[in-house]
């Protein structure tokens, strides 16, 4: 494999450098990727442990189209006939790494789930026991509400807000 890296770079070797317009449009856009990733943060429809990943990515994007050198010794060392080809081989790599790292994710929660909805099943037949013992003990089944087989949750109290802070006074 080694070997075969001279062999890479001079194949690659006529890789001519990108059009003044691409690289305007491949910095345009990591800009607009990295605002839009700010606002998404800022309204609270992104949250901040993800969006390092995208502004990341939009700086990365940015050098590599500003800074010629580099993209084409990336697209040498690839062996890539352009430097656009390189750009795109990148964005495959980086939407390969997002979708691992969802279905990571997807699956911890598919797990989280699972666990979730067996400990509710064992909790509803722990109460379901604790009232039946209760009906054995001597209550009659009027005292109950009329509930019958259905188990209701708890009632919960919304904790107290102090006057200030729901009058908007910090």
């Known amino acids: 494999m080694i070997a075969m890296l001279p062999q890479l770079a001079a194949a690659a070797a006529d890789t001519a450098p990108m059009l003044d317009r691409q690289r305007i449009v491949a910095s345009v856009l990591a800009v607009v990727v990295a605002c839009v990733v700010f606002e998404l943060v800022r309204r609270r429809k992104l949250r901040e442990e993800y969006s390092w990943v995208w502004i990341v990515t939009s700086l990365i994007v940015a050098a590599l189209a500003l800074e010629q050198d580099l993209l084409l010794t990336v697209s040498r060392w690839v062996g890539a006939s352009s430097p656009v080809s390189t750009l795109f081989f990148g964005a495959l790599l980086f939407l390969l790494a997002l979708v691992l790292q969802f279905s990571v994710r997807l699956s911890r929660l598919t797990h989280r789930h699972r666990t979730l909805g067996q400990r509710l099943a064992l909790l509803e ?33 919304a904790p107290s807000v102090p006057a200030a802070k729901r009058e908007g006074v910090a």
């Open 125 to 157: 037949a722990e109460v379901q026991r604790l009232r039946e013992r209760g009906d054995a003990g001597g209550r009659d089944s009027a005292d109950r509400s009329g509930t019958g087989d259905r188990i209701s949750a708890p009632s919960i109290s």
